[in-house]
């Protein structure tokens, strides 16, 4: 794989054994309904999940906004999408999309509410992908952005300089690995209105974290940059720690909301 397109290709070309990985990693989880707060979703609406991955959080949407709304999952993932479609069978409420290029395959003002998680520190173009969330919303409509910021991450027992040496070496997986701090300005930029930007942090003590760690090792691999004997033997110390009590890990959510 080329290392300057990998942070969009290996997204779009995931190998079976990363989809089982990625579906147990994306499955909705008590406590997602926090993240969404803000986005003040309500019966009836429409709304747009941008980078639905498998589908867990567009299914979660679709029982929140019911039968007389509509939730659209949209992903440059196929074998997601597919999935996706799968698991949504027999719910006339949410369609899932396969889009391979930046354009959505909706109208103008077709949505009430776009919501995406953890997906613009992978797109190519942040600005292009902004204008056409912004196309897809309605006068009234509000967008709703959950991201990661990769210079947040704590990991006990790395420490500082290990954390910046493992996530360094990953960072050719993403495009924006910055992403989190930047909404609440990209939303400004983009002429949003009454943006607001809170931090959502957990702090995982029994290693619910190492498969999303293990999963980077790819990513490292790819970059260059570390070996995979260091890398696993990072990886070992996080396992032992989780062992002995001395693990701790915490990646910060930055959530981003806004009015159009
Ligand atoms: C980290 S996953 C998050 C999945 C889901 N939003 C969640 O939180 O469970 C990132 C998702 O964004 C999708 N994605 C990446 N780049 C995209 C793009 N340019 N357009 C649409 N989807 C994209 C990936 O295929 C993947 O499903």
Known sequence: MDPRTFYTDHWQHIDDERVARYERMFQWREGGAALLADADLQPGQNV?????????M?????????EGGHVHGVDINARFVADAKERAVGRANVT???VKGQLLP??????DRVVSKNVLEYVPDVDATLAELRRALKPAGRIHLIDSDWGFVLLEPWGKAG??????????AFKEPHIGRKLGGLLRRHGFRNVAVRVVANADQDG???????????YIRIGGLM????ADEMLATAEDAVRTGEYLFALPQFVATADI
């Open 48 to 56: 747009l999940d941008f980078g639905s991955g498998p589908g867990f």
């Open 58 to 66: 567009a299914l979660a949407l679709a029982d929140m906004v019911g």
């Open 96 to 98: 899932f999309h396969h």
């Open 106 to 111: 909706l109208p103008d003002g077709a949505v």
């Open 163 to 172: 954390v910046e040496r493992f996530f360094g070496a990953a960072g050719v």
């Open 208 to 218: 619910h974290a190492l498969p999303m760690l293990r999963n980077m090792r790819e």
């Open 227 to 230: 070996t995979a004997t260091e």
